[in-house]
C-alpha cells in the first residue's frame, strides 16, 4: 500500500524551543495532508487540514501561530510546534490523501512522532 | 459525517474469526464506511473501506447491511497481531477537504 513517512519518531526538546516534524508521502502525490494529536489513552483530533500551496484550516481551539503547517510540495508537509511546553507533548499523527482515481481517494497515515517537551 | 457507533472493547481467540461491528444508521448516500485500526504507538492503518457492496481484501472483509445503517469488519483467522483499536469512520470520499473524524472505536484483544 501507499507509504507516509514521519520524522523524527521521537523528540525530546526543552521548555519554549520549537521543533518541526516532517511528512513525506512517499509513493503518491499528496494534495491534502492532515495532521492530528493524540494524547494517551485518547483518540486522534484533527488539528489542521492542509492543501499544497495554501495555507492550512485550523480546526477550532488550535493555534495557527503556534502550530505551523507548510505544504509547499505535493509529497511533504511540516508542523513546527514553536514555543513548546510541556502540555504540548504528545503523539503527532500526518495523514494524506492519495487522489489517484484508482485509490478512491483513501488516506493513509504515517508513523507517528512522540513529542516530550520538558 | 454520520456518526458511528461501536463496542468499546471485544475479545478474540487466536486462529478465530474477529467480528467487529459498527452502526451507522445515519449514514448518507454518498458516505463511504472506512475502517482503520491503530496498534499501540503506532499511525493508524488502513484496512477497507465500501459503499455497498460488501468488500474483501487481503486483510479482512466488510460486510455492510442493505440499508446501509450497519457493517461488520471481518477478520477471517486473526492473530496476536491483530490485538488494536479499530476505528469505523463514515466519510464522503469526494472532495479534497475531508478529514476521518475519528471516535473512540473498538479496542480489540486477541488471546492465544
Known amino acids: 500500500g501507499a507509504v507516509v513517512s514521519q520524522h523524527p519518531s521521537w523528540v525530546i526538546c526543552k521548555s519554549g524551543t520549537s521543533v518541526k516534524i516532517e511528512c513525506r508521502s512517499l509513493d503518491f502525490q499528496a494534495t491534502t495532508m492532515f495532521w492530528y494529536r493524540q494524547f494517551p489513552k485518547q483518540s486522534l483530533m484533527l488539528m489542521a487540514t492542509?492543501?499544497?500551496?495554501?495555507?492550512?484550516?485550523?480546526e477550532q481551539g488550535v493555534e495557527k501561530d503556534k502550530f505551523l503547517i507548510n505544504h509547499a510540495s505535493l509529497t511533504l508537509s511540516t508542523l513546527t510546534v514553536t514555543s513548546a511546553h510541556p502540555e504540548d507533548s504528545s503523539f503527532y499523527i500526518c495523514?494524506?490523501?492519495?487522489?489517484?482515481?484508482?485509490?478512491?481517494?483513501?488516506?493513509?497515515f504515517g508513523e507517528g512522532s512522540w513529542l516530550t517537551v520538558v | 459525517d454520520a456518526k458511528t457507533t461501536q463496542p468499546p472493547s471485544m475479545d478474540c481467540a487466536e486462529g478465530r474469526a474477529a467480528n467487529l461491528p459498527c452502526n451507522h444508521s445515519t449514514i448518507s448516500g454518498n458516505e463511504y464506511v472506512y475502517w482503520y485500526r491503530q496498534i499501540h504507538s503506532q499511525g493508524p492503518q488502513y484496512i477497507i473501506h465500501g459503499l455497498k457492496n460488501n468488500e474483501t481484501n487481503e486483510m479482512a472483509s466488510l460486510i455492510i447491511t442493505e440499508d446501509r445503517k450497519s457493517s461488520t469488519l471481518i477478520l477471517p483467522h486473526a492473530t496476536l497481531r491483530d490485538t488494536a483499536v479499530y476505528y469505523c469512520i463514515v466519510r464522503v470520499t469526494l472532495g479534497t477537504g475531508y478529514a476521518l473524524n475519528f471516535g473512540k472505536g473498538t479496542s480489540l484483544l486477541v488471546t492465544p
Open positions: 495523514s494524506a490523501r492519495d487522489g489517484a482515481a484508482l485509490s478512491g481517494n483513501t488516506i493513509y
Open positions: 492542509s492543501n499544497e500551496g495554501s495555507k492550512a484550516t485550523y
